[in-house]
């Protein structure tokens, strides 16, 4: 499979912790983007990342690449209940690959 | 400003049975997606189309036929359905994955074969 896969699967955080999540690939890429699905819905995107950036913040997010390991993990800090969904990286080389999924409930 | 509208949203069919899922992008996208999504595999590529009058395999294309009508839309046509085709379907389009943009989603198709 080309797809990335997200660690952990699953992860449950109280109100205002943060959360991270963690994603590996396995193809050069011209980019990663991350993505939000709520339950029962489509995906949103969230933010991109160039593959000669290293860091990239947008309001609570902040995501980060390393190439040379071919991994990309999603900080979200102080989490709010509103948070709760299923997050996705995606790869984009020739095609635009999604992993595997981290499902993320935050406790009010 | 639809975006990507998929129709249907529910289906049930029975196992042998046709059906074809439409999708439509209103922003002027060169390239679409045809992906599913099942519990605990994420979403994976059945079709895509990079451009208007072209379409490539992705990961999971065995039992799917598509056709990218013109720009705006991309169908997914299931010949003869069986169970292990239910799943949630989902239509994307973006700029080109080689530009770097995002990607815009259906709502999803809940598609049940008995």
Redesign the interface.
Not at chain 2, 40 to 45: A, E, F, H, P
Not at chain 2, 100 to 108: I, L, R
């Given at each position: 499979s080309q797809q990335g896969e997200e660690d952990p699967q699953a992860l449950s955080i109280q109100e205002g912790e943060n959360a991270t999540m963690n994603c590996s690939y396995k193809t050069s890429i011209n980019n990663l983007q991350w993505y939000r699905q709520n339950s029962g819905r489509g995906l949103v995107h969230l933010i991109l990342i160039r593959s000669n950036e290293r860091e990239k913040h947008s309001g609570r997010l902040r995501v980060t690449l390393d190439t040379s390991k071919k991994s990309s993990s999603l900080l979200i800090t102080a989490s709010r209940a509103a948070d709760t969904a299923s997050y996705f990286c995606a790869t984009t080389g020739n095609q635009f690959y999604f992993g595997t999924g981290t499902s993320l409930t935050v406790i009010p | 400003n639809a975006g990507?509208t998929q129709t249907p949203k529910f289906q049930v069919l029975k196992t042998g049975q046709s059906m074809t899922l439409q999708c439509a992008q209103d922003m002027n996208h060169n390239?679409m997606?045809w992906?599913r999504q099942d519990p605990?595999?994420?979403?994976?590529?059945i079709y895509?189309s990079a451009s208007e009058g072209t379409t490539?395999k992705?990961?999971v294309p065995n039992g799917y036929n598509v056709s990218r009508l013109n720009k705006r839309e991309f169908s997914l046509r299931l010949e003869s359905a069986a169970p292990s085709q239910t799943s949630v379907y989902?239509c994307?389009s973006?700029t080109g994955?080689?530009r770097?943009?995002?990607?815009?989603?259906?709502?999803?198709t809940r598609l049940t074969v008995v």
């Open positions: - | 990507v390239s997606y992906y605990g595999m994420g979403l994976r590529l895509y490539d992705g990961e989902f994307a973006t994955p080689l770097g943009t995002e990607a815009f989603f259906g709502q999803g």
